[in-house]
């Protein structure tokens, strides 16, 4: 079965400053990847997505993700991060299970943008 | 505005009682999900429904209900066999179980019980 590792519980960084949110995946034939994004006793926003094609895929807010197969991975980078920013990620990998596609979660980074 | 709903937004229970959270979309999705958050542990699939009338058991069922009697909506019930039910629960939909595509959440529902 897939797992999803986001490795920093907690990241903080001051406005202005490039931040880079990890995500690793356990290996799998095709995997089709999601970043969310949560604000305080919010529902989930999907951020962006990989489902197939270019592996560099960006949001409109100026976040960017690139699937690396070889290192099973899904980073999440932005090169200058605003104060708006501050929220909870989550990194997301869909996985055929039979005829289902069902999604595992990664435990969430908590990004903390100071000023 | 196309979208999901979920009521109430907080909701207090005493123990030993069943409580029914709300889940309603008007995307016409035809599946949909449940989740269970807690802090620092993501989110867990408590129960998923591809189509009306069908619902399958994710990882965490255990003391919860759900039904699925029309598209629109996906009530999920937590019943007092529930040892822990304090947790923030997360409805979603997608276009299907079929296809890799995102999924749409409501604003959630925040249980305590007292």
């Known amino acids: 079965a897939q797992s999803v590792t986001q490795l920093d519980s907690q990241v903080p960084v001051f406005e202005e400053a490039p931040v880079e949110l990890r995500c690793n995946y356990s290996s799998s034939v095709s995997v089709y990847l999601f970043w969310y994004v949560q604000y305080p006793n919010q529902g989930l926003q999907l951020l962006l997505k990989?489902?197939?094609?270019?592996?560099l895929v960006e949001s409109i807010n100026g976040f960017e993700a690139e699937f690396n197969k070889s290192q099973t991975s899904f980073h999440l980078r932005k090169p200058s991060v605003h104060i708006s920013d501050t929220a909870e990620y989550f990194c997301?990998?869909?996985?055929?299970?039979?005829?289902?596609?069902?999604?595992?979660f990664g435990t969430g980074t908590r990004l903390k943008v100071l000023a | 505005d196309g979208g999901i709903t979920q009521s109430p937004k907080y909701l207090f229970r005493k123990e030993g009682q069943n409580v029914t959270l709300s889940c309603e979309q008007n995307?016409?999705?035809?599946?949909m999900y449940w989740y269970r958050q807690d802090p620092g542990q993501g989110l867990r699939l408590i129960y998923y429904s591809q189509i009306v009338n069908d619902f399958q058991k994710g990882d965490i069922a255990e003391g919860y209900s759900v039904s699925r009697e029309k598209k629109e909506s996906f009530p999920l019930t937590v019943t007092s066999a529930q040892k822990n039910p304090t947790a923030f629960y997360l409805c979603?939909?997608?276009?299907?179980?079929?296809?890799?595509?995102?999924?749409?959440f409501g604003p959630g529902t925040r249980l305590t019980v007292l």
């Open positions: 979603a939909s997608s276009m299907g179980t079929g296809v890799p595509n995102e999924q749409f």
């Open positions: 990989y489902l197939s094609g270019s592996t």
């Open positions: 997301a990998v869909s996985d055929r299970v039979g005829g289902t596609y069902k999604y595992i």
């Open positions: 995307l016409n999705h035809d599946a």
